[in-house]
């Protein structure tokens, strides 16, 4: 007795799994680069202001953004996500448009 619609090489009685092959099995490499950066931003903006938080976080951007270019592939981890050019394009676009906004802030 089989199931309909099982993969070929899955137990009879199972249907077919919907995960990836590698689920579960990517580490996340130099991810953790992120959310230490966005850690550091909420602390210098209880500490010191908005517009220097909102450069931390320019900052942050832009080294994950240099660490996906230099990088090989089994490094970056979490960090990749896409081609190499889509995720260094990208995570520079949002890395300027943070340094543009905080530097454009009017805080009275």
Do not use: K
């Not at 602390?43 to 010191?48: A, C, E, K, N, T």
């Not at 942050?60 to 996906?68: S, V, Y």
């Amino acid at each position: 007795m089989t199931v309909s619609g099982s993969a070929p090489g899955q137990p009879r009685g199972r249907p077919a799994s919907r995960r990836p092959a590698n689920w579960g099995s990517q580490p996340l490499g130099l991810w953790w680069v992120l959310p230490i950066g966005l850690t550091i931003a909420v602390i210098v903006h209880f500490s010191g202001g908005l517009r220097a938080s909102g450069y931390v976080i320019a900052g942050t951007l832009a080294l994950a953004a240099i660490l996906r270019l230099v990088l090989p592939r089994g490094a970056v981890g979490g960090l990749l996500v896409r081609s190499r050019a889509w995720d260094v394009l990208t995570l520079l676009a949002m890395a300027a448009g943070v340094a543009v906004l905080s530097a454009t802030l009017l805080i009275r």
